[in-house]
């Protein structure tokens, strides 16, 4: 019966409740039935003899005798005898029994004529055909109620199982994580536990997905925090060496080593160096762990800008590279004044220093929608599209001895990435059709 499923319990179930509530009824039914039927048969007794009792009331024997006659000439089907108070039996129709009182199956009528004759009418012959053609429209209409009531009771198995199948069908698919439909909107309580399945099993993807997302971010920032160690402890150990070098050069009073001043001056240098790179190391991990929090003041975009101009102007000029300001004074923006001059300070001298000779910085700014695009272009600069979104890696550098030779730590665009994500402006790295593209969208006030 396990086995089986639960369409074929219900089904089972059905069935036989069924069958029994229709032998109950035919059980408590079936003597008021017999008794309705004995009851109408009589009465059509009684109405079909009353014209011959009627001719026959205060008559002779004789007269009686002709009446009776002439009766069952017209009505043979009818089967009667008439007896008088002795018991005799004054008339009888053919092969009529006159003891047969006490035969079952027979319907029959006493009526008193006058104060010496009885009639006796019996209706045989219809009356077994009758009562045999009841019993077998009774039987026709109890097996058409069980047929009816079968198909009843599988279309109502078949409709309660089938979502209930379907659905756990559904939880197994569920289990293997795999898609499944909804099933049909019902107002019931299967409609509501479907729902409610499927509404836990969205939950559980949308956790399980997020949770996924989690791991890919926690390893991506577990890789990221092993190359930045990786590259971090690689930038410092060289200049360290070269450091240990020279002060070991400078002891042993070797060669050139011994003009102290001048090696002291570079290990000075070095060691400034150094002190930058693990400045904006650590600025870089509190911005990475969010312990830099924004504060948004209002902001003259241009004012920030020109103040910024002044210290690149020089570098800019010695190798005949022109920057140009193209903003208006009216624009204004909500952002954290700090880390906003931060962010411009690398992206600009990131442009001084990798425009070529004579070259052009322009800076301008664009309206689109409720921003400010603030763009930075080197103009007549090209850099590989594969490199491009290296640049914004720890320590990553296009030619790695010119800028170890310019000072650069190779920090500054992962400084910028930084900022600007913590201050959730959008940013991009492109090349154009007149240079290299860098823009970052500011809220307008």
Not at 60 to 66: L, N, P, Q, T, V
Not at 172 to 197: F, Q, T, W, Y
Not at 248 to 276: F, S, V, W
Not at 371 to 377: A, N
Request: net charge negative.
């Amino acid at each position: 019966m396990k086995k089986r499923g639960i369409f074929f319990k219900v089904f089972t179930y059905t069935t036989i409740f069924l069958f029994a509530i229709v032998c109950v009824t035919v059980a408590l039914f079936s003597q008021q039935f017999l008794s309705f039927y004995n009851t109408t048969q009589t009465q059509q007794l009684y109405t079909s003899y009353q014209t011959l009792h009627d001719q026959l009331f205060e008559k002779s024997k004789d007269e009686i005798i002709r009446v009776a006659e002439e009766f069952h000439n017209y009505n043979q089907s009818f089967a009667f005898y008439i007896r008088d108070n002795t018991g005799d039996v004054v008339f009888s129709t053919p092969n009529m029994d006159t003891n047969d009182d006490n035969t079952v199956g027979y319907h029959r009528i006493r009526m008193t004529v006058g104060s010496e004759y009885t009639l006796f009418a019996i209706n045989r012959t219809a009356s077994v055909a009758n009562y045999s053609g009841l019993i077998h429209k009774s039987l026709l209409a109890l097996a058409f109620m069980l047929a009816l009531g079968v198909a009843g009771a599988f279309m109502f198995a078949r409709q309660m199982t089938n979502p209930i199948k379907r659905l756990a069908n559904d939880t197994k698919k569920m289990a293997r994580l795999e898609d499944v439909s909804h099933l049909p909107k019902r107002n019931d309580e299967i409609g509501s536990l479907a729902c409610d399945v499927h509404s836990m099993y969205n939950k559980l993807k949308e956790t399980i997905s997020k949770l996924e997302d989690e791991i890919l971010r926690v390893r991506e920032m577990e890789e990221n925090q092993r190359y930045f160690f990786s590259a971090a402890s690689h930038e410092l150990k060289t200049p360290i060496a070269a450091a240990s070098v020279l002060l070991e050069g400078m002891l042993e009073n070797i060669g050139d080593y011994k003009d102290h001043p001048k090696y002291l001056r570079e290990c000075i240098n070095l060691m400034d160096a150094q002190t930058k790179i693990i400045y904006e190391i650590l600025e870089i991990v509190k911005l990475n762990d969010g312990r830099i929090i924004p504060a948004p003041e209002n902001i003259n975009i241009r004012q920030m800008i020109i103040e910024l101009l002044p210290n690149y102007q020089t570098l800019a000029e010695a190798d005949g590279k022109r920057i140009i300001c193209e903003i208006s004074d009216n624009e204004t923006t909500l952002a954290d004044p700090k880390m906003l001059n931060k962010a411009l300070t690398n992206v600009i001298l990131n442009a001084v220093q990798n425009t070529r000779s004579g070259g052009e910085i322009r800076i301008w700014t664009e309206p689109i929608a409720d921003q400010y695009r603030l763009c930075v272009l080197n103009a007549g600069t090209k850099i590989d599209n594969a490199v491009l979104h290296k640049l914004f890696d720890p320590f990553y550098r296009v030619d790695k001895a010119r800028s170890r030779k310019d000072g650069r730590s190779g920090l500054g665009l992962t400084i910028v990435q930084k900022t600007l994500e913590a201050m959730n402006i959008e940013y991009s790295l492109e090349n154009i059709k007149d240079g290299v593209l860098f823009w970052m969208d500011l809220p307008e006030i």
